[in-house]
């Protein structure tokens, strides 16, 4: 397994341990914001095991997202009594209803075959129905148990993480959030690094040939889809855990480009450039915000054509061709 | 004086509603408050007085220290970049006006006359004149001279001057600044940015929301951390937040007035179109509720996504029912296009709202004649010829003359914001928690609508209502005043933030009298 | 009577906003295979133009034509810098796209303000026994099927056409042969903007002209094309809107608008999964060969 690993690998590691010295000398504030910054981590991830390794991109990973905060709200809501009971039994609940809409529709396309360049197309349409209709879930026919869904203005009130009682903020969620993401970027590492991600790399290069050296191309990039799933999933229940609220907004179109953004930047196949430009995205718009500066989405996509065009430029592939391996 | 706040003390008589001229006054109007509610933990009367009469504001803030900032950081998110930026810039630039004016020794007139407020009955013009907005120069024009004598005479006269010397330079002896960054129409940034403005900048007060989504976005952060918070659009209402103050228009103020004036004018048959989300259908049920108490039934009702800008299937919906008039309740950029939509597909039906025109201008937008026959219940249009308002708009596209209007939730920051200065003024400091129950006075403040009250048990404010009819020419004139309209239905349903706190939203369904009313309907 | 033709009219209203929206996209999506999110702000320069030179005094008419260059002249550029760098790399050339979107759409804003002034719709109403429709939206249904007539002209009946079939399918073969194919890509590429500025002014009466407005084209026009399938993107383009149209309306008029909008998406999903190549591959076998 340790053969397997790449500088990469450690380096991420290394990452981690310096996020967690971080976050001990910072205040409250400044821990609950870092928090927010990694939480998108997973999903970026997930996103770049299915897009950069095996070559499937997916507009949909803010559907993942969403639904498993709307179930994490539900489920917890309905057991406020026993609040640890609440947020375990809500985070089971989250993961497993991204996990059965990911399989119920990697089935729908994957077994379909359809075409690898309208999988993104349809995975949009799939998170901008979701959206539209949580839009108009407002008033008490909508409502789970005890819990309304609350239509465009969103879901109010979700418990937080908590932890033998004592409800987890500042602090505390940083590090269980840390956790959380180290866990999950452990996964991924896990997928990538092994048979499976072998595969999944052949069939980025050639679904064809992989499917006549014997392997289930449909299963496999199933597999794959599901486990992205789970990780956008995921960061969508520490969203909630985090803010306690959540909107369809955050599966609109605007949100369900951004996963997209952060892994094309993070130059895709490289856990550590999709990792430390999620976070850096992260950073750098909720800085350029809060400045009050107009110019956010115009500097933001600037950045983006930059990010795309200097890779196709002649100096930057002689440049990287002398530092190293060109990812 | 005791603390007596949670006995529910009887209100005093509530004479001075015009309240004193200035917040140096003659003391007569803030002492009544500062007599009745013991706000400051144990501030003399003897203290309270000579703060306003004396106007010794430094020397009267012994009880509680002062932060130790220079400044009075007034925390203020609007987007100002995406799809909302419309709504955005319009109040930003009105926070800018108010905060201006503060530091430069002007305040409103106001200043508390008890939680029992004001009452009045309303005026109908023989005809009102028909009035344009010029941005250019900053003037409300007549276009046409109406005439005839009105109806029924306004309680009270208004003052044409409200803007008056405060006393000092700003706020407390600080300079009032403003820590505006840009939330971007994106829910998400608006977590965080709170959380920064709260927990970062310590801001004395938050001022931010445009949507509804945005409000309940950031409002679990400022119940959490105790902060003062103002909301000052219009919106479904419902809110019953010991933290929030809504400055707002709500739906009882708004749908009661226009549906009334439909049926009176053009008959009982109401359709409705709403946009699908939370504030669409709470106003739509306000509407269903209420029109069949004056007359009138909803024939039919039709709902739409947000995202959606091609309405021609809606138009034949509307042209099959063929009814009196429509309620339009469209909101944002894409669901605007009803309306050069509707009049090229040749409908003439008169049509009625609570916000269209007085938020994203429709009727300086689209090409005459799309917005002809709308009718609107505002606390707020920039084309209201009273001349306290003519003043505001001078001063408003003199100090942003590119701007293209200035709307209700723009006019309401605007007083929000001077509202909070006066209650820390009086306050004597600007720690939350005493400001918070200065507010919780029963304030009147002179906005540039009218007079506004802030009702402390609810923390909604009473408004200034006119019925405002756009002609083909997309002239508008107001028709009907209605000049104390009171946010009532929290008090309906028996919130009392004084001596209950709470922190949540009502909706329609958890009143028994909604159902009630629409079985009444269906008999 | 009336009835019959009032669902008529909201058939092929609901068709030709679907076709509109996708024009532009039907030819640099369908053909060039570049995932350009960049579409509603192409549409969105085109309502641009077309309201400033309408409040300069041009005709209403002379505004649209104007706008089609304009906006193919904004494609050349962008294809000159930009996207001739990405392409049969369509993922990057997604992010790029959608990347030179912000910068259009906020730029817009900066520079122009929240609104332009609108354009009054053309030609008024008119009036059968109850029924009361617009004139221009017949007129936009009119002119969206012209527009897929010609482009079906130039593609199929022209020797650019098949020059650019040629270098589409198959590049290095064209370019065997002598076809230039970068002036060909470039060529392609300015007609989809340019298209798109066309649809956005033709669109421009019946909306708001504001720097967000492309955003509600996108994902009409998305769906529309891949629908539609690449095996031969006009006829395809013309078949989903049918079928989409065909999916939305009577939903619309029996259950109101989101669930009509809910059953077109279900309706292109179902058809994506029982025809992975889209409605054209089926065109194709049934009627075009």
Redesign the interface.
């Known amino acids: 397994m340790f053969k397997r690993l790449q500088i990469e690998d450690y380096l991420v590691a290394l990452l981690w341990i310096g996020v967690a010295v971080y976050g001990s000398v910072i205040n409250d504030y400044a821990a609950s914001s870092t928090a927010y910054y990694i939480l998108n981590v997973p999903m970026a991830l997930g996103l770049a095991m299915l897009w950069g390794i095996s070559g499937v991109l997916s507009f949909g990973q803010v559907a993942f997202f969403g639904l498993a905060g709307y179930t994490y709200g539900i489920v917890a809501g309905n057991l406020l009594s026993s609040p640890g009971l609440a947020a375990v039994a809500g985070i089971a609940g989250g993961l497993a209803a991204a996990l059965v809409l990911a399989v119920a529709f990697g089935y729908f396309i994957f077994y379909g075959r359809v075409e690898a360049w309208i999988v993104p197309i349809v995975t949009l349409v799939m998170t901008l129905i979701l959206a539209t209709f949580m839009g108009q879930t407002a008033g008490y026919e909508w409502k789970v148990g005890e819990v309304l869904l609350g239509g465009y203005n969103g879901m109010t009130n979700i418990p937080p993480m908590n932890v033998f009682g004592s409800d987890l903020f500042g602090r505390a969620l940083f590090y269980y959030v840390l956790i959380a993401v180290v866990i999950a970027w452990l996964a991924v590492v896990l997928c990538v690094r092994s048979r499976f991600g072998d595969v999944l790399i052949a069939l980025r290069e050639d679904p064809l040939r992989t499917e006549l050296f014997g392997h289930d191309v449909r299963l496999m990039q199933l597999l794959c889809f599901s486990v992205a799933a789970l990780l956008a999933g995921l960061s969508g229940v520490l969203y909630v855990q985090w803010g306690n609220y959540i909107t369809p907004d955050s599966m609109g179109l605007l949100q369900a480009t951004l996963p997209v953004v952060w892994v094309a930047v993070g130059a895709r196949t490289s856990l550590l450039g999709v990792t430390v430009a999620t976070v850096a995205l992260n950073v750098l718009s909720f800085r350029l915000s809060s400045s009050g500066n107009q110019y956010a989405f115009v500097i933001l996509g600037a950045l983006l054509v930059v990010a795309m065009v200097v890779p196709t430029m002649g100096w930057a592939q002689r440049l990287s061709g002398l530092v190293g391996r060109r990812g | 004086m005791s603390d007596d706040r949670k006995k529910g003390d009887a209100p005093v008589n509530g004479v001075n509603h015009s309240a004193s001229d200035s917040d140096r006054g003659n003391g007569d109007g803030p002492e009544l408050g500062v007599s009745r509610r013991d706000f400051l933990k144990g501030a003399s009367v003897a203290v309270a007085g000579s703060m306003i009469g004396g106007g010794l504001l430094m020397k009267g803030v012994p009880a509680i220290a002062a932060p130790e900032s220079k400044t009075v950081n007034i925390g203020f998110i609007e987007d ?4 909302l ?2 709504y955005g ?1 319009q109040k930003y630039h009105a926070a800018q006006l108010a905060v201006a004016e503060i530091n430069q020794g002007l305040t409103l007139a106001g200043g508390p006359v008890g939680v029992g407020g004001f009452a009045s009955t309303g005026s109908q013009a023989g005809e009102p004149p028909k009035v344009r907005l010029d941005t250019a120069s900053g003037e409300v024009k007549v276009a046409e001279q109406g005439g005839g004598d009105a109806t029924s005479g306004i309680l009270y006269g208004e003052d044409d001057e409200i803007l008056v010397p405060s006393g000092e330079k700003g706020l407390l002896g600080k300079e009032v600044e403003l820590t ?5 129409s ?4 608006w ?3 709170a ?2 403005l709260i ?2 900048d310590k801001v004395d007060v938050l001022v931010a929301g445009f ?3 945005e409000r ?2 950031i ?2 952060i400022i119940d959490r951390n105790k902060q003062l918070y103002f909301y000052t659009n219009q919106y479904e209402g419902g809110v019953a937040d010991e933290f929030t103050f809504c400055t707002g228009a709500v739906c009882e103020q708004q749908v009661i007035p226009v549906v009334q004036y439909m049926v009176e004018n053009y008959g009982p048959r109401g359709f409705t179109i709403a946009a ?3 504030f669409g ?2 106003t739509a049920a306000w509407v269903r509720a209420y029109t069949p108490l004056v007359g009138g039934e909803i024939v039919g009702e ?9 309405f ?3 138009i ?2 509307v ?2 029912a ?1 009814p009196d008039w429509v309620m339009t309740l469209l909101v944002g ?2 669901q ?2 009803y309306y ?2 509707a ?5 003439e039906f008169p049509m009625a709202s609570t916000i269209n025109m007085a938020q994203g201008y429709e009727h300086l ?4 004649p799309s917005l002809a026959r709308m009718h609107n219940a505002i606390n707020y249009m920039p084309e209201i010829p009273t001349a306290r308002n003519r003043a505001f708009v001078k001063r408003f596209f003199e100090m942003f003359p ?1 701007d ?1 209007y200035l709307g209700q939730m723009a006019q309401n920051t605007y007083f929000s914001i001077h509202l909070y200065a006066k209650a820390a003024r009086l306050a004597g400091t600007t720690d939350q928690d005493a400001v918070r129950r200065v507010l919780e006075s029963g304030w009147t403040i002179e906005a540039p609508e009218g007079p506004v009250f802030l009702e402390p048990g609810t923390h909604h404010a009473s408004h200034y209502i006119r019925m405002a009819r756009a002609d083909e020419n997309h002239d508008i004139s107001f028709v009907r005043d209605w000049p104390t309209v009171e946010a009532w239905w929290l008090q309906r349903l028996g919130v009392n933030l004084v001596g209950r706190p709470e922190h949540k ?1 009502y ?1 329609p ?1 958890e009143d028994k009298f909604f159902p009630m009313l629409q079985k009444m309907a269906a008999k | 009577m009336d009835g019959v033709l009032s669902v008529l009219y909201q058939f092929g209203t609901n068709a030709a906003f679907l076709l509109l929206s996708a024009i532009g996209l039907i030819v640099i999506l369908g053909m060039m295979n570049i995932i350009n999110l960049a579409h509603g702000e192409l549409m969105m320069i085109g309502a641009y133009v077309a309201s400033s030179l309408y409040h300069s005094g041009v005709p209403f008419a002379a505004c649209v034509v104007v706008s089609f260059f304009a906006v193919a002249l904004v494609g050349v550029a962008l294809e000159r810098v930009l996207i001739r760098r990405f392409y049969g790399r369509e993922l990057q050339a997604l992010v790029v796209t959608w990347g030179v979107s912000l910068i259009l759409a906020q730029g817009a804003l900066l520079a122009f303000g929240p609104f332009l002034a609108s354009i009054p719709i053309p030609f008024g109403s008119g009036t059968v026994g109850t029924f009361s429709f617009s004139w221009y939206w017949i007129a936009l249904i009119v002119l969206a099927l012209l527009l897929v007539a010609g482009l079906w002209f130039l593609y199929y009946r022209t020797a650019f056409g098949l020059r650019a079939r040629a270098t589409m399918q198959e590049r290095e073969m064209a370019q065997a042969l002598g076809v230039k194919t970068g002036r060909v890509y470039m060529l392609t590429f300015a007609l989809g903007s340019g298209l798109a500025g066309l649809a956005g002014a033709l669109m421009a009466p019946t909306t708001t002209i504001a720097p967000y407005m492309g955003q509600q084209y996108v994902a009409p026009a998305f769906i529309t094309v891949v629908t539609g399938g690449s095996a031969n993107v006009i006829a395809g383009a013309l078949g989903s809107t049918g079928f989409l149209s065909l999916a939305e309306t009577p939903f619309t008029i029996w259950f109101g608008t989101f669930i009509g909008i809910v059953a077109m998406l279900l309706a292109s999903l179902v058809l994506i999964r029982l025809l992975p190549k889209g409605l054209s591959e089926w065109i194709q076998r049934r009627w075009l060969s």
């Open positions: 100002l970049s995406g799809n930026a419309v810039l505006a960054p840009d939330g971007q994106n829910n998400r940034l977590q965080q940015l959380r920064k927990q970062q949507s509804s989504a309940e976005a409002r679990p699908d989300y939370n259908q709470l039709e709902f739409v996504p947000l995202s959606v800008s091609q021609s299937q809606v034949s919906k042209q099959a063929k950029q894409n605007s296009n050069p939509q009049a090229a597909a040749g409908l937008r689209f090409n005459k590119e293209p939203q909706t369904q």
